[in-house]
């Protein structure tokens, strides 16, 4: 695949070198410069051959600001990082939107964060930011944001019509789990148009991460996604072992699949019991929370904490498990097997639950391309991707377990994928455990303070929301020099307003549901 | 105390003590319930409920209702003053109307009007009248749209409610809710008439805005509708008016379909009590039980399969009884 699109990269491109990167210290196979007038050209090409575009990101260089964008695909592992170089004083880029339409909001963000312009964007609006930001917040240089961008970015109004009213769902909102707030435009009860506003969570964690050491930011990683945690400690761990070349041992690596697992479990059973408490049974919320707890109190003594785990570090792992876990896990694994087909018999079959969720909220294969979904949301289109065997991280290239897939894309597809997904979380903690090996679990060459060699690396992990992407750019001193997170919940949000437009309030709430948003790792 | 009431006359007297008894036993009701609910919920969702008030928590209602009653009772600027001030008021009316005809036992009733159950479906209608008002009134579009639905909810289920009531109305040749009860000396009505009971059940379900059919309070999508803005003891009583209303229409149930005070052995307002405790019992496992259907589910139900089945029930219990 690799070799193939680069031969139809360099007939299709004439005059640009495209060059082939290590993929194992890289996280990406080939990479190529681009002329601002070229973009476009090579946006078509790899949306011809069905890829996606897994994040778009802006460095600052000082002398030029670099645009990277990932492309990846569904059907085999081939990525490609594609570069175009523009001007720091005079930022100005052609927007891809018009070929990809998950473009549009990192587009916007990069916009606000850079001030880099983007011709032809529909909506250069704020994102995460408000008036009251001075300056671009990830420029190098202390670039002020003139009075001019701040009217153009923050144009937005929610539209009142004829006939229609909007109304704000959130940010202070039952069903929003947290601070999302999406206006909707209403013609009585159904919607025409939804507005997803963001930020009500940002803390700007990327910005952090170019102040403070790798090690620091660590502790960030869980307060991304506070319900899977632990595979954001995983991730980004993982990363700056890529980028840093440091091997792990295999009891760290074994153990790390069992933690990851055990808080997809978690992660999973919260999102079914929030799921349903958004479709009005409010009873399976404390059913759940029963499963949750008894994780929780496996994690605990080992990881030190119950919620935003920082539990991994570069190389192994804060803590050796002892027996009292792995006895816990056993006995935990042999009671989850019995509590699924409890949840089969309390809500799967239940006819309301059935009319509420199928048909509802239905993404096709070819829209979850173009807006990068991942995860769940993704599989329940039918298609069988998962960073877990694709991009096998830690332990997981050893485990045996299926990627299960819907086939009508609707929200109870992917409520099916995830109960599914529950089960095989089983399964691998189940193996791991079996063929925990013994030994360290700190591999020994770790160095004290870490200084990466320049270079950048982009990898991913699967994260119960989906796909994980971290982007770090390294300068060879002990803080990164730029760190994107591409986090799923963002890209499966981008999905939603399309979904919505036409249902009612009630399916509205079922799809948002359905995507399993949280939101600070939206907002980071 | 003999000189009121030969002033006023016995009848007018025994009239206002029934009124005063119906006041005492909406409360006492309501804290029961508020109680049971909290009860119910918590034992079915793995919990124990309330418990450190009183024994069992059987004074938590109490506790709760002084709370609410200290509340300090926020009036949001953009109001419409008039009905936002007199909606909650108003729901009550109806729901103290309907206790003066429901037969508690064969003597224990505080008026028989021969049209008794019309007295009560007429002034059930008028409770949505008051939600319109609230939700109207609070100037919130929450509100507005919860009220909105509860209209379209009420109309919609108020006819199969009725038509499954009609059966037995033919059935006994009078509106007397006393009538009906002397009329299942025998067997319960419930026994000839199966279908019409299940679907008064689920329509009463529906009037009285309970999962699954809880769409006017919705509250994962309408936050808490008609009374979002609502706080204190102005919440409090719609509070009240809804476990009112679930009282009543299992009452009402009882009355027409499970022989009503009937029964051997126990007095006969123990026997009422207790069948129309079993029906809120019901009700409020649906609530626990159910996740809630969506607005046009919901009317679908209504118009597409209630109205049509209660019809066709209708007719064949009119072409058995002409036969």
């Given at each position: 695949m690799v070799e193939r699109i680069k031969a139809e990269l360099g007939a299709a491109l004439k005059g640009i070198e495209i060059r082939e990167a290590s993929y194992r210290e890289r996280g990406y196979h080939l990479f190529f410069e681009v002329a601002s007038g070229g973009l476009l050209q090579v946006a078509r090409f790899f949306d011809e051959r069905s890829f996606y575009l897994a994040a778009e990101i802006c460095v600052d260089y000082g002398e030029y600001l670099e645009l990277v964008y990932i492309f990846s695909n569904h059907a085999s592992l081939c990525k490609v990082k594609v570069a175009l170089k523009i001007d720091p004083a005079k930022p100005v880029a052609p927007t891809i939107s018009t070929v990809f339409d998950c473009a549009c909001w990192y587009e916007r963000e990069i916009r606000e964060f850079f001030g880099v312009t983007f011709e032809g964007h529909p909506n250069m609006t704020y994102l995460f930011l408000h008036e009251g930001?001075?300056?671009?917040?990830?420029?190098?240089?202390?670039?002020?944001?003139?009075?001019?961008?701040?009217?153009?970015?923050?144009?937005?109004?929610?539209?009142?019509?004829?006939?229609?009213?909007?109304?704000?769902?959130?940010?202070?909102?039952?069903?929003?789990?947290?601070?999302?707030?999406?206006?909707?435009?209403?013609?009585?009860?159904?919607?025409?148009?939804?507005?997803?506003?963001?930020?009500?969570?940002?803390?700007?964690?990327?910005?952090?991460?170019?102040?403070?050491?790798?090690?620091?930011?660590?502790?960030?990683?869980?307060?991304?996604?506070?319900?899977?945690?632990?595979?954001?400690?995983?991730?980004?761990?993982?990363?700056?072992?890529?980028?840093?070349?440091?091997?792990?041992?295999?009891?760290?690596?074994?153990?790390?699949?069992?933690?990851?697992?055990?808080?997809?479990?978690?992660?999973?059973?919260?999102?079914?019991?929030?799921?349903?408490?958004?479709?009005?049974?409010?009873?399976?919320?404390?059913?759940?929370?029963?499963?949750?707890?008894?994780?929780?109190?496996?994690?605990?003594?080992?990881?030190?904490?119950?919620?935003?785990?920082?539990?991994?570090?570069?190389?192994?792992?804060?803590?050796?498990?002892?027996?009292?876990?792995?006895?816990?896990?056993?006995?935990?694994?042999?009671?989850?097997?019995?509590?699924?087909?409890?949840?089969?018999?309390?809500?799967?079959?239940?006819?309301?639950?059935?009319?509420?969720?199928?048909?509802?909220?239905?993404?096709?294969?070819?829209?979850?391309?173009?807006?990068?979904?991942?995860?769940?949301?993704?599989?329940?289109?039918?298609?069988?991707?998962?960073?877990?065997?694709?991009?096998?991280?830690?332990?997981?290239?050893?485990?045996?377990?299926?990627?299960?897939?819907?086939?009508?894309?609707?929200?109870?597809?992917?409520?099916?994928?995830?109960?599914?997904?529950?089960?095989?979380?089983?399964?691998?903690?189940?193996?791991?455990?079996?063929?925990?090996?013994?030994?360290?679990?700190?591999?020994?060459?770790?160095?004290?303070?870490?200084?990466?060699?320049?270079?950048?690396?982009?990898?991913?992990?699967?994260?119960?929301?989906?796909?994980?992407?971290?982007?770090?750019?390294?300068?060879?001193?002990?803080?990164?020099?730029?760190m994107k997170w591409r986090v799923p919940s963002f890209s499966n949000l981008m999905v939603f307003p399309e979904l919505a437009k036409g249902n009612l309030l009630a399916d509205a709430v079922a799809i948002l549901g359905s995507l399993d948003l949280v939101i600070p790792e939206i907002d980071r | 105390m003999e000189q009121i009431v030969s002033m006023i006359g016995w009848k007018t007297a025994k009239t206002i003590a029934g009124l005063v008894g119906v006041l005492i036993f909406v409360v006492f009701n309501a804290l029961i319930l508020t109680w049971a609910e909290r009860k119910v919920a918590g034992h079915?969702?793995?919990?124990?409920?309330?418990?450190?008030?009183?024994?069992?928590?059987?004074?938590?209602?109490?506790?709760?209702?002084?709370?609410?009653?200290?509340?300090?009772?926020?009036?949001?600027?953009?109001?419409?003053?008039?009905?936002?001030?007199?909606?909650?008021?108003?729901?009550?009316?109806?729901?103290?109307?309907?206790?003066?005809?429901?037969?508690?036992?064969?003597?224990?009733?505080?008026?028989?009007?021969?049209?008794?159950?019309?007295?009560?479906?007429?002034?059930?209608?008028?409770?949505?009248?008051?939600?319109?008002?609230?939700?109207?009134?609070?100037?919130?579009?929450?509100?507005?749209?919860?009220?909105?639905?509860?209209?379209?909810?009420?109309?919609?289920?108020e006819i199969p409610l009725l038509l499954a009531l009609l059966p037995v109305i033919m059935m006994t040749n009078s509106f007397s809710l006393k009538a009906i009860v002397e009329a299942q000396k025998g067997l319960w009505f419930v026994f000839y008439q199966p279908l019409a009971f299940c679907i008064y059940f689920i329509a009463s379900v529906a009037e009285t805005n309970r999962t699954p059919f809880d769409l006017p309070e919705a509250e994962s999508e309408l936050v808490a509708g008609y009374h979002t803005e609502y706080s204190g003891m102005r919440f409090a009583l719609f509070f009240l008016a809804e476990y009112t209303n679930i009282f009543i229409v299992s009452a009402i149930a009882v009355t027409f379909f499970l022989g009503g005070y009937q029964g051997p052995f126990l007095p006969g307002i123990i026997w009422f009590l207790l069948k129309s405790y079993l029906l809120v019992f019901v009700i409020m496992w649906l609530r626990w039980t159910f996740p809630r259907v969506r607005f046009d589910q919901l009317l679908n139900i209504s118009w597409k399969a209630l109205i049509p089945l209660a019809f066709i029930n209708l007719l064949l219990t009119g072409g058995l009884l002409k036969l």
């Open positions: 930001i001075d300056y671009y917040p990830l420029r190098k240089g202390q670039i002020p944001i003139s009075d001019e961008d701040k009217r153009s970015l923050g144009s937005f109004r929610p539209g009142e019509g004829e006939d229609t009213f909007s109304i704000n769902l959130g940010p202070q909102h039952p069903s929003t789990h947290g601070v999302l707030r999406v206006v909707l435009k209403m013609d009585g009860e159904y919607i025409e148009e939804a507005d997803p506003v963001l930020g009500y969570l940002h803390r700007m964690h990327e910005k952090m991460a170019e102040n403070r050491g790798y090690l620091q930011f660590l502790a960030n990683t869980g307060r991304m996604d506070y319900l899977g945690a632990m595979a954001f400690n995983l991730g980004y761990v993982t990363a700056v072992e890529r980028l840093c070349g440091i091997a792990v041992p295999d009891r760290a690596n074994y153990v790390r699949v069992i933690a990851t697992e055990l808080n997809r479990l978690s992660s999973h059973l919260m999102w079914l019991g929030a799921y349903l408490a958004d479709l009005g049974a409010l009873t399976p919320f404390l059913f759940v929370f029963d499963d949750r707890e008894q994780i929780n109190d496996i994690l605990e003594p080992v990881t030190g904490s119950r919620l935003t785990y920082c539990y991994f570090r570069f190389g192994g792992l804060y803590n050796d498990v002892d027996d009292a876990f792995v006895a816990g896990t056993k006995a935990f694994v042999e009671r989850m097997k019995g509590r699924f087909s409890l949840y089969e018999k309390l809500v799967t079959g239940n006819v309301i639950f059935i009319n509420r969720t199928r048909g509802i909220g239905v993404i096709e294969k070819e829209r979850a391309r173009k807006q990068a979904v991942s995860g769940p949301v993704l599989r329940g289109t039918g298609i069988a991707m998962d960073m877990r065997k694709t991009e096998p991280c830690a332990a997981y290239g050893e485990m045996d377990f299926d990627v299960p897939v819907g086939t009508r894309g609707d929200a109870l597809d992917i409520y099916h994928v995830r109960i599914k997904e529950m089960e095989n979380a089983v399964k691998i903690i189940e193996q791991a455990l079996a063929r925990l090996p013994e030994g360290p679990i700190m591999t020994e060459k770790a160095p004290k303070k870490l200084k990466p060699p320049k270079g950048d690396v982009y990898h991913t992990v699967e994260t119960p929301r989906g796909e994980l992407g971290i982007y770090i750019v390294s300068d060879e001193s002990d803080t990164p020099y730029r | 079915m969702q793995r919990r124990i409920g309330p418990k450190e008030v009183g024994p069992y928590g059987l004074i938590q209602p109490i506790a709760d209702a002084l709370k609410l009653l200290g509340k300090e009772i926020l009036t949001p600027r953009a109001v419409d003053r008039p009905l936002y001030f007199l909606a909650p008021i108003l729901i009550f009316v109806p729901v103290l109307v309907s206790f003066i005809v429901i037969p508690f036992d064969a003597s224990l009733q505080v008026k028989d009007i021969n049209v008794g159950i019309l007295v009560i479906l007429a002034f059930s209608s008028l409770s949505v009248l008051s939600i319109l008002m609230a939700g109207w009134g609070s100037n919130n579009k929450y509100a507005l749209i919860g009220a909105i639905r509860s209209v379209a909810q009420n109309i919609a289920y």
